[in-house]
Structures are given as structure tokens and as C-alpha cells.
């Protein structure tokens, strides 16, 4: 059964070009979101928004996304569950 459910996982990861195993190996950050935060990295944010404020933005709030989702919504609601 567990191999049955893994196999039609990965089938379904390669129709969609591995995205699923992407996401989940880099803790919910896209494919953009790594590559932003390569060039973070090396650039500097100030030089970094000043070569592409419209991308920095969207980077910026993915993340203020993820993160708020991740460390805030997810405890909450688990949370709820508990008491």
C-alpha cells in the first residue's frame, strides 16, 4: 500500500516537472524564492532591490507569506486542536 501511494506520488511529481519534491525539499520556497535568495546573498538586498524593485517585492512578500503561514497561522490552528 505505502509503495502503491508512492509510486503515485512520484508519477505525479514528474507531470508536474517536480515541483512537489522541489517545495517540499526546500521548505515551501519556490523555485523563484531560491534563486532571489542566491542573489540576496551575493548582491545585498539595497543592490539587489535597485536591480529589480518589482521582483524584490514579490520575493518580499512571499516570504512575509510563507512565513506567516508557517510560524503563525499552522501553531494557531494546531493549537485550537489542542485545547
Do not use: C
Amino acid at each position: 500500500m505505502v509503495s502503491m501511494l508512492r509510486n503515485y506520488f512520484e508519477y505525479f511529481d514528474r507531470r508536474v516537472d517536480g515541483a512537489i519534491s522541489f517545495f517540499i525539499k526546500h521548505y515551501g520556497k519556490t523555485k523563484f524564492m531560491v534563486a532571489m535568495s542566491k542573489k540576496a546573498q551575493y548582491l545585498g538586498l539595497e543592490r539587489l532591490f535597485l536591480k529589480g524593485p518589482k521582483a524584490f517585492v514579490y520575493f518580499f512578500l512571499f516570504y512575509l507569506i510563507r512565513d506567516t503561514i508557517l510560524y503563525i497561522v499552522i501553531p494557531i490552528f494546531f493549537a485550537s486542536w489542542i485545547e
